[in-house]
């Protein structure tokens, strides 16, 4: 068993760490723990008031921007509008089994929202990222399956499995990046963490009878909001992760603990359907990646 809680994350005062989703649930622990650290934290979430009203949260160095993963304009949008490098992009903002929805450019909203928004958000912002890419998956993913021939579930939508093939989609996409980058001689290092079960607003969100089933779990079994943060805070401030790491809780079935490297399914490690997906989100996003330029600090 792991140790390792904030308490033990070094000072983190010069450096500025961009969370989306930061508003609310693990991204606001996150958020909240990296700026009593001393980072520089950017707030990048969708409704600007309840960003502010979570900046508020802060002890300090917090700014909000607006920032709709939904929406491929307001992905381009915050990438230009943004004026600084950055040390840490946290991909954490993310829906979860939802009724069926599409996101403003006509993509499956959880697989355009928690992938092809942040595939395009980090392909936009790599030239400017100096250390590490942290995306912020599931152990959903175990159930996921990529449907190439159906990636917005046009033919079929089950709520749970398209959220499953989101996460994957976000672990092939983490795998693949630390892959290219290695590739490239960059010293950028791409990873992803897992929350377990962490009492959060992202399971009221079914409009199903099922949002009163998980909101009674976690009452009775899910850790905090703030704890559920500890694998995404690990992640991307642990100075000895390797690129390409996987962090999780350490306990039963990996649903809550103290975060420790932990394993994925082998479906997240195919490569070949990783290079595919890579291939497809470019095309999709139209967002090609520069890895000439990304090369970490000098």
Same mark, same amino acid.
């Given at each position: 068993?792991?140790?390792?809680?904030?308490?033990?994350?070094? &000072?983190?005062?010069?450096r500025?760490?961009?969370?989306?989703?930061?508003?609310?649930?693990?991204? #606001?622990?996150?958020?909240?723990? #990296?700026?009593?650290?001393?980072?520089?934290?950017?707030?990048?979430?969708?409704?600007?008031?309840?960003?502010?009203?979570?900046?508020?949260?802060?002890?300090?160095?917090?700014?909000v921007?607006?920032?709709?993963?939904? !929406?491929?304009?307001?992905?381009?949008? /915050?990438?230009?509008?943004?004026?600084?490098?950055?040390?840490?992009?946290?991909?954490?903002?993310?829906?979860?089994?939802?009724?069926? =929805?599409?996101? $403003? &450019?006509?993509?499956?909203?959880? /697989?355009g929202?928690?992938?092809?928004?942040?595939?395009?958000?980090?392909?936009? #912002?790599?030239?400017?990222?100096?250390?590490?890419?942290v995306?912020?998956?599931?152990?959903?993913? =175990?159930?996921?399956?990529?449907?190439?021939?159906?990636? !917005?579930?046009?033919?079929? @939508?089950?709520?749970?499995?398209? @959220?499953?093939?989101?996460?994957?989609?976000?672990? #092939?996409?983490?795998?693949?990046l630390?892959?290219?980058?290695?590739?490239?001689?960059?010293?950028?290092?791409?990873?992803?963490?897992?929350p377990?079960?962490?009492?959060?607003?992202?399971?009221?969100?079914?409009?199903? /009878?099922?949002?009163?089933?998980?909101?009674?779990?976690?009452?009775?079994?899910?850790?905090?909001?703030?704890?559920? $943060?500890?694998?995404?805070? @690990?992640?991307?401030?642990?100075? &000895?992760?390797?690129?390409?790491?996987?962090?999780?809780?350490?306990?039963? /079935?990996?649903?809550?603990?103290?975060?420790?490297?932990?394993?994925?399914?082998?479906?997240? =490690?195919?490569?070949? !359907?990783? =290079?595919?997906?890579?291939?497809?989100?470019?095309?999709?996003?139209?967002?090609?990646?520069?890895?000439?330029?990304?090369?970490?600090? &000098?």
């Amino acid at each position: 068993m792991s140790s390792w809680t904030p308490a033990e994350m070094a &000072d983190q005062s010069g450096r500025t760490f961009i969370v989306t989703g930061a508003n609310s649930g693990i991204g #606001l622990g996150a958020a909240r723990e #990296l700026a009593s650290a001393g980072a520089q934290v950017v707030l990048a979430v969708r409704d600007t008031a309840k960003g502010k009203a979570a900046a508020s949260e802060l002890t300090r160095n917090a700014e909000v921007r607006e920032l709709d993963l939904a !929406n491929l304009a307001s992905v381009r949008g /915050f990438a230009e509008d943004l004026d600084h490098e950055i040390d840490v992009l946290v991909n954490n903002a993310g829906v979860m089994a939802t009724p069926h =929805r599409t996101t $403003a &450019d006509g993509f499956e909203l959880q /697989f355009g929202t928690n992938h092809l928004g942040h595939f395009a958000l980090t392909g936009l #912002l790599l030239p400017r990222i100096k250390e590490r890419v942290v995306t912020v998956s599931s152990g959903a993913h =175990r159930m996921g399956r990529i449907k190439f021939d159906d990636l !917005n579930s046009e033919r079929s @939508y089950q709520r749970w499995l398209a @959220y499953g093939q989101s996460k994957l989609a976000n672990l #092939l996409f983490m795998y693949e990046l630390q892959r290219r980058l290695t590739a490239a001689g960059s010293s950028v290092r791409s990873m992803a963490a897992h929350p377990g079960w962490a009492a959060t607003g992202l399971q009221s969100h079914t409009e199903s /009878f099922q949002d009163r089933i998980m909101g009674l779990a976690n009452r009775l079994w899910a850790q905090s909001e703030d704890q559920g $943060a500890w694998p995404t805070l @690990y992640a991307a401030t642990a100075p &000895d992760l390797p690129g390409g790491a996987y962090v999780g809780p350490d306990g039963w /079935f990996e649903q809550r603990g103290n975060p420790k490297i932990v394993g994925s399914s082998g479906s997240a =490690r195919d490569e070949e !359907n990783a =290079r595919r997906l890579w291939e497809v989100s470019e095309e999709l996003t139209d967002v090609h990646y520069d890895f000439a330029v990304a090369t970490g600090p &000098d």
